[in-house]
């Protein structure tokens, strides 16, 4: 299946499967576009099926991501934390690893930050570890970088947990006075 991506000289691909930045004709804007899943053949020849592993203990859950997080798996992340999240009075750590992903388009950050908005809505909070340079890139242009917290690693992430337990604003990672003020 061939993918046409429009445009003219305008379109100036840049690293990274899937993702492209556009350029409009004046110089003035620059568009960063994602590849959606049908414009990239599912699991190709050399492409590690994804997958997602789920690892619990007494700090929490981890969410161990596998292999190109798009539009056609992103539904098994849907499914992994509706199974591991659907108790309410769990209070836990919940880190995402993706120290394994390879590959993340528009449909796998909607996964990502429906997670966050329903971690939120607990009043607890999803922590990233080992995000790829690719993504935290992508992070850093569209400011998911100020929503999401990001940790070197998943044991620093729940380390973090343990360490901010019980004093944290719903979804944030900023300190709260006992009468639910910010201190930060």
């Not at 007494?58 to 991501?65: H, N, P």
């Not at 100020?146 to 620093?156: E, H, P």
């Not at 901010?164 to 930060?184: I, M, S």
Request: proline content about 3%; overall charge negative.
């Amino acid at each position: 299946m061939a993918c046409r991506r429009g445009g003219r000289s305008s379109v100036r691909p840049r690293r990274g499967r899937g993702t492209e930045f556009r350029v409009h004709p004046d110089e003035s804007s620059i568009f960063l576009i994602f590849t959606t899943g049908s414009c990239r053949e599912p699991y190709a020849e050399g492409t590690e099926v994804f997958a997602v592993d789920v690892r619990r203990d007494t700090r929490g859950v981890v969410f161990v991501l596998r292999g190109d997080l798009d539009f056609h798996s992103a539904v098994q992340l849907y499914e992994a934390g509706d199974k591991e999240l659907g108790t309410r009075g769990d209070t836990g750590a919940v880190v995402v690893d993706c120290s394994r992903l390879t590959y993340c388009d528009s449909t796998g950050i909607t996964a990502l930050l429906k997670l966050y908005n329903e971690l939120s809505g607990q009043g607890r909070v999803l922590r990233l570890a080992a995000v790829p340079a690719f993504l935290d890139r992508l992070f850093t242009l569209t400011g998911l970088n100020q929503i999401f917290s990001l940790y070197t690693d998943a044991d620093k992430a729940l380390a973090a947990h343990a360490a901010d337990h019980g004093a944290l604003a719903a979804g944030t990672d900023e300190p709260v006075r006992p009468g639910g003020e910010n201190v930060g």
